[in-house]
């Protein structure tokens, strides 16, 4: 186990694989996949889309692996390669294509949605938790105010002096 900063956020290295075996299959899931699909728009991309070379350019709306609606294939990034440096716990990210700005718009794209994925993992968490808090707060008042009146009603009942009053 080590500390990071001064926060003293503590680290189980016993852990550690079994977090980056996870991050691994999330980085590779459709999830990602589809994420960066969308935003390069890649469907319409022939160097990524090859059902495209093979209909023609005014195939782009035509059936293809892409297509809206279409829930028989998951979306994937052929190519895309993730895997942990060693003796680091940094994850790499390669895409393999002969288009080279194709290759690091995908890698690039599929980093950031992986980070951005996360991001909002948490913010859902912190969301649920939150209202999870909330709940067990109006719980907690409702409990105070039923208490606040017994104890009114009591002292009310058997004439008690209440010295604040």
Request: proline content about 5%.
């Amino acid at each position: 186990m080590f500390a990071i900063g001064d926060a003293g956020m503590q680290f189980d290295n016993r852990n550690f694989d079994y977090v980056v075996t996870t991050q691994l299959a999330v980085m590779d899931s459709p999830a990602i996949a589809e994420q960066v699909i969308r935003e390069l728009r890649l469907d319409r991309n022939p160097s990524f889309n090859t059902a495209l070379k093979k209909k023609g350019p005014r195939a782009a709306g035509l059936a293809s692996q892409f297509e809206v609606g279409r829930t028989d294939l998951a979306p994937e990034l052929p190519g895309l390669t993730v895997r942990r440096r060693p003796d680091t716990y940094l994850l790499e990210v390669i895409y393999r294509s002969t288009d080279p700005l194709l290759a690091t718009a995908i890698a690039n794209s599929a980093s950031q949605a992986f980070v951005q994925q996360g991001f909002m993992t948490r913010y859902q968490n912190a969301a649920e938790l939150s209202k999870w808090l909330n709940k067990q707060l109006e719980e907690l008042k409702a409990k105070l105010e039923r208490s606040q009146k017994a104890m009114r009603d009591y002292e009310k009942e058997n004439n008690v002096i209440n010295p604040e009053d």
